[in-house]
């Protein structure tokens, strides 16, 4: 089993759908987790964190299962803009030492 | 500086070359990890730097690839004897001690003719 597993997509919706992913990890130790942004021929870019308790960004919501190892990110009314490849991102280790590890990624389309 | 900067952004060079390619990361940053990405697929760990400990070299593809980072800071990813198949986007990037989120450079495009 992979580390950190992602659906690639490509996930097809028209603006304004509201769309979810998954990802799961196979280390239950691993302590933090991140969801990025990555544009074409660009470098990913931190969309959000992702705690315990679930959190909301906007139009971006990020859950943990700690009990299921996945993450989850919903986009609500997506945009145009919305379109992009996500990463997830799982960090294993102490201050001292962390590996991280990210999913291949799961590519959003999102059409007029 | 403000973010990880990485030089060259590009870099074309012919097979059998030697390159090096080159990471600043963001001040006060300990940990720093090489990634490469290939066109269309997902990042591919190659090293992880952390403090003043030996690196984890176990993502280097062969003997060809080595890193070093001087004084924590500056790294230098060195691609011996370069192959096609090295051509990717290196990306570098940059964290702080503890569970926080890592900072990418804009990567070096390498293209190898």
């Known amino acids: 089993r992979k580390e950190v597993e992602q659906d690639p997509g490509p996930f097809n919706v028209p603006e304004g759908a509201t769309v979810a992913f ?3 990890y196979s280390n239950s130790a691993s302590q933090s987790f991140f ?13 959000m964190s992702v705690y315990s308790s679930g959190n909301e960004d906007g139009r971006f919501t990020a859950q ?18 919305d379109s992009a490849t996500y990463l997830c991102v799982v960090i294993l280790g102490d201050s001292g030492y962390s590996t991280l590890t990210f999913g291949k990624g799961t590519m959003l389309l999102v059409s007029p | 500086g403000a973010g ?15 390159v090096e390619l080159r990471c600043d990361p963001i001040s006060g940053h300990t940990a720093l990890y090489w990634y490469r990405q290939s066109l269309g697929q997902g990042l ?9 400990s ?5 993502g280097l ?53």
């Open chain 1, 35 to 47: 969801w990025y942004r990555q544009d074409c021929r660009k470098e990913p870019k931190l969309l």
């Open chain 2, 61 to 113: 593809p062969s003997d060809r690839f080595s890193a070093e980072r001087t004084g924590g800071s500056v790294s230098t990813l060195t691609i011996q004897r370069t192959q096609q198949e090295d051509s990717a986007v290196y990306l570098c990037a940059s964290r702080r001690e503890g569970n926080t989120e890592a900072f990418f450079g804009q990567g070096t495009r390498l293209t190898v003719v």
């Open chain 1, 64 to 81: 943990l299962n700690r009990a299921s190892q996945y993450i989850s990110l919903l986009i609500r009314d997506s945009k145009l803009s």
């Open chain 1, 22 to 24: 998954n990802c799961t």
């Open chain 2, 44 to 52: 591919e760990f190659l090293i992880y730097f952390q403090g003043n």
């Open chain 2, 54 to 58: 030996a690196p984890d070299k176990s």
């Open chain 2, 4 to 18: 990880v900067s990485q030089s060259p952004s590009n870099k074309v060079t012919e097979k059998g070359k030697d």
